[in-house]
Structure formats: C-alpha cells, structure tokens
C-alpha cells in the first residue's frame, strides 16, 4: 500500500476492509505487459460486487484444482463487444467450459433466452451454472429442459448446473446436474 501497488476500500457487505490493484500496481502490470490492457478501476461497482466477488471466489477454487486458461467477462467483452458473454471461460480436460454465476433470480424468460445464446451461439464445449440457493437448482433445470419442445437439435446436455457452497468446497468433485447426463462431478463435464 506504500507504494501504491495496492489499495484498500471499505464496502458495506464486508465486515474486513477489500484491497484492491492501486494505479501504481496497474501500471506495473502494463510495464509487464499483463495488464490485458483492460483499464484500471478506480472504485468497486457496488451493484455487482457481491456477484464479481463470488466469482472470483470460484475462480480461486476451481484454479486451485486444476483448471487454466480463465478469461473474464471483461475480458471477454473486449474481444467480443457487444455480444453476450459468460461471466468467465476457463478449460477444463481439454474442453474450454463457459462459466455463469447466479445470485438474483432474473426470471424464467430471461433464463430462457440465456440458455438458448449459449445453445445457439456457443463459446465454449460446455456452460456450468453456479446457483445460490437450492431453489434456483430446482428451478432452473426446468426452465432448460422446457427449451426442449421449442427448438429441435438444441443439445441440451451442454449446460450443467451446481450449487456454489459444493463448488467452492468440493472443488472439481462437485456434483453438477445435467438434464441429459444426469448427476456428474465437474471434472467429468
């Protein structure tokens, strides 16, 4: 923090201050070329901390069990503007998985058309699901498997769908739901 590499911020969802990258961290990044030269953040969006921060949470698991090649969504954003992205894309065994974090409930339409994006205009093999709630876990396979009456050749067993706690505890051993497949640990997506 001395030496402005790093900072520290207060949001009022966290009990313990945040640090986040300071100007002088940025541009040591840049000096590296690693900077991914996607601008620096000069303060937390607090409209989508709480969602960004549980998928850095993820990012932090799954990468600890062996996952590469993360790109985030602003990442994925500069290469594809104005496109719908994933919030991440990482790979896993050769396949190259579409990550998207829910936390709020965006409605069945809504999820519908989500759903039908990531079948009809794939950026990657797969797409994992990560719910808050055990709700969303019921409800959103449904909505899927619904999809099913309203395009032919949809492959729905692309998408998989598992609780965050599962992921962030059981890493890859995680169970996964998957309206074709089944039950399956991520490791097998």
Do not use: C
Not at 10 to 39: F, H, M
Not at 80 to 105: K, W, Y
Not at 138 to 162: E, M, V, W
Not at 173 to 183: D, F, H, P, S
């Amino acid at each position: 923090m001395h030496f402005g590499m790093v900072r520290a911020g207060r949001v009022y969802t966290e009990a313990r201050q945040i640090y986040l990258l300071g100007r002088a961290g940025y541009e040591y990044l840049e000096d590296l070329g690693k900077s991914l030269e996607l601008g620096y953040l000069t303060e937390i969006d607090l409209r989508v901390f709480e969602h960004d921060k549980a998928v850095t949470d993820l990012r932090l698991a799954l990468e600890s069990a062996g996952i590469n090649r993360w790109k985030s969504e602003r990442e994925l954003r500069k290469e594809r503007p104005g496109a719908r992205v994933p919030d991440a894309i990482f790979g896993l065994s050769g396949r190259t998985i579409a990550l998207e974090f829910e936390n709020a409930d965006k409605g069945s339409e809504r999820y519908r058309a989500i759903f039908l994006n990531h079948l009809e205009r794939p950026a990657a093999d797969r797409v994992l699901y990560v719910l808050r709630g055990e709700e969303r876990m019921k409800s959103l396979p449904k909505i899927l498997f619904g999809l099913q009456g309203r395009r032919l050749g949809l492959d729905l067993g692309r998408i998989s769908f598992a609780l965050e706690k599962e992921v962030i505890g059981r890493k890859l051993e995680a169970v996964a739901v998957n309206v074709k497949r089944g039950e399956l640990r991520l490791a097998d997506l």
